[in-house]
């Protein structure tokens, strides 16, 4: 900054300002602010004095790391939006627009109400561990391994909180403080905080890696089977596929190497499902009674991704095997809760029934016919007709995933809304749509905004229309 020449008046104003305002000052008291929250919206309650103090304990951060006072209405609205997220409650129900079916962040798989009536039943006194019949003590989880069973043609079955617990428990089971054989190339990881070397440790038992990250042969299993070894192990990569100078070995042979040498043979599949639409494209390796079928001592697998149910851990296997873990201690510690065990019965007691595709949203969604799906990103777009010039409205085809961390290959047509152009950014409006009252959340591709209208519910076709509408009317010209 130049320095004044001493014989230079300063500007009057500066004069009368003094020196510059600390603009932490200009920041309003706590409790006006918590009193103005309430006076736009007397629903927010307890939770305005609590967003007031935060956003301005914000707005104080960023002052002091140079930044300008936020104006009284950014900061009114930082506030409000706090605000009515805590008084909300987490998880907020979200429109889905994405195309990916199980998605990680948005819950996995949807249930349906009927599946919520079973978790109500199950909420009031119920015969969770009473035998009806005898009046004695009854087992928690007879209803739904009997239907496990049934489904699959395993010899028992039994279900923990989720995959990963399910994998932890049978590790541990199978090969406390033993060494546990897997394959360079199946080490991997899911969803951030689910990596097998650490989910190993975890469990007890010591992991002896064999092959290379593409290519693992018989003699490699065989070679690395010692008197430590208690347990092989195989796991699906769910998330990747490899292509090009590969070679792995199939369960089938795995479990030959296992008859020979005494050992058990564990596959953690990840997705699995009990219904056979593999001539539906769907994989081979996640059809868990072909798993069983070819000699697996135990398979485990997500309740939540292509099964459709709730988040828990399903364990199928030989009678002896699974009752060693239902009496591991670690069994306790990872049991499921009374409304998943609900929910977990009623979606098997549904595909039983082979009314998967009609009641189990999950298979709803994927199975669904292209031409529906069409017809629902027709009436969207159709609802959209309303928006102002510069913003182009387009139906086109698209290609909806399953997700989850599963089957990254499995593909299914679909049929989107893309909004191409629009007066400002794209992802500005995807922005404006996440805080909508019911928030939805969209895909960007290519710089256009696409809902894919795969995993959006017919209910759901007037609310998205209308939140794209004020998300484009908001931050219009
Ligand atoms: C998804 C997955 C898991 C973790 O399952 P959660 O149900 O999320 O605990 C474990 N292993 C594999 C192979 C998976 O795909």
Known sequence: ?????????????????????????????????????????????????????????EARAAISTGEPAPPAGALL???????????????????????????????????????????????????????????????????????????????????????????????????????VVVSRGELVEIGGSFRIPEILAAAGVRLVEVGTTNRTHREDYARAIGPETGLLLKVHRSNFEQRGFVTEVALGELVEIGRKASLPVLEDTGTGFLLDWRDR????????????????????????????????????????????????????????????????????????????????????????????????ADRIAAGLEAVHEGVEVRVEASEALVGGGSLPELRIPSWAVVLPKTPFGVDALTERLRHAAVPVVARVDRGAMWLDARTVEDAEVEPLTSAVLAALKAAGP
Request: glycine share 8%; charged share 25%; with cysteine.
């Open 1 to 57: 900054m130049a320095r004044r020449r001493s014989s230079e008046k300063p500007p009057q104003d500066a004069l009368e300002a003094g020196p510059p305002a600390d603009p932490r000052r200009q920041l309003p008291a706590v409790d006006r602010l918590a009193a103005e929250l309430l006076t736009q919206d007397a629903r927010l309650g307890w939770s305005a004095a609590v967003a007031a103090r935060s956003a301005i304990e």
């Open 77 to 179: 609205r930082a506030a409000a939006s706090k605000a009515r997220a805590l008084v909300a409650g987490r998880p907020r129900r979200v429109i889905n627009a994405t195309g990916i079916v199980i998605h990680t962040n948005l819950g996995r798989a949807p249930l349906s109400e009927a599946a919520l009536e079973a978790a109500a039943r199950a909420s009031r006194y119920s015969d969770l561990e009473f035998d009806l019949p005898s009046g004695r003590r009854g087992d928690r989880l007879a209803g739904v391994a009997e239907k496990l069973q049934l489904l699959s043609g395993a010899e028992a079955a039994f279900a923990v909180n989720n995959n990963a617990a399910a994998l932890m428990l049978a590790v541990n089971t199978l090969a406390a403080g033993r060494e």
């Open 281 to 376: 494209g769907w994989p081979e390796e996640s059809f868990i009674p072909g798993r069983l079928r070819l000699g697996a001592d135990v398979v485990c697998f997500s309740g939540d991704k292509l099964l459709g149910g709730p988040q828990a851990g399903l364990l199928l296997g030989r009678e002896e095997t699974i009752r060693a873990m239902r009496r591991n201690p670690l069994a306790r510690a990872l049991r499921l809760d009374k409304l998943t065990l609900a929910v977990l019965d009623w979606t098997l007691g549904v595909l039983l029934a082979g009314r998967g595709e009609q009641e189990i949203p999950v298979l709803r969604l994927l199975s669904e016919a292209p031409e529906a799906v069409r017809s629902r």
